[in-house]
């Protein structure tokens, strides 16, 4: 596709219920980056690719969040126990190589009922 | 450590009248700026980007900022605003290259005929 593309686009989940996020990079484009948006806030860094290789995860909130991108392309982040405060937007933006640009997707409204 | 402020968290404007948001940032190298504007329920949209050189610098749809080391800010600009730019403005810091970017925490327009 175009463009960077994420599903679901919104997801509702019980508290304690494990969910997965998933971004579709534009394809090429080396560096995934995941950013937590909550309510009211700018973009927060949570974790960041460059191809497979996960390599700062130093945003991720806690030991349940976990995210990986096995072949370097589509990455998956997974919350596991999901709780309240949980409930945010997850955006996802790639990079190319020699880019300093990162391209966003539209990201998955969590809402943890 | 690097932050950006946007010290307005919302802003009214009459269609047609100019309109500047501010930003300032921390950073303690030579920053990579960036604005993006986001509509409900859309992601994150580059409006301009600033890296090195002119300190004047274009984007699209008649957006402009101005990088002024002196006083850490990078104020975006429109001479003439309509009303399809009602939506949410954030201004990101970053240090160039594969590296995550740190957001200010956003300005909503709001556009009045």
Do not use: M
Not at chain 1, 39 to 65: C, H, I, M, V
Not at chain 1, 70 to 82: A, D, N, W, Y
Not at chain 2, 64 to 82: G, M, T, Y
């Amino acid at each position: 596709g175009a463009g960077v593309s994420q599903s679901p686009r919104y997801k509702v989940a019980k508290r304690g219920q494990d969910v997965a996020l998933r971004c579709d990079p534009i394809s090429g484009h080396v560096s995934l980056f995941w950013y937590q948006q909550a309510l009211g806030q700018g973009p927060e860094f949570l974790t960041y690719f460059q191809n497979e290789a996960q390599l700062d995860k130093s945003g991720l909130p806690s030991d349940r969040f976990f995210a990986e991108r096995p072949e370097g392309s589509v990455s998956t982040l997974k919350i596991q126990r999901t709780q309240q405060e949980d409930s945010a937007v997850y955006l996802c933006a790639g990079q190319g190589k020699h880019d300093y640009e990162q391209y966003f997707g539209p990201g998955t409204r969590l809402t943890v009922t | 450590a690097q932050s950006v402020t946007q010290p307005d968290i919302h802003i009214t404007v009459s269609e047609g009248a100019s309109l500047e948001l501010r930003c300032n940032y921390s950073y303690g190298a030579t920053p990579y700026l960036f604005w993006y504007v986001q509509s409900p329920g859309q992601g994150l949209q580059l409006l301009l980007k600033y890296f090195s050189g002119d300190t004047l610098v274009q984007g699209i749809k008649g957006f402009e900022a101005e990088f002024k080391r002196s006083q850490s800010s990078f104020n975006l600009r429109k001479p003439s605003v309509h009303w399809s730019d009602a939506a949410e403005y954030f201004c990101a810091v970053g240090a160039g290259g594969a590296n995550n970017l740190f957001f200010g925490t956003g300005t909503r327009l709001t556009v009045i005929p």
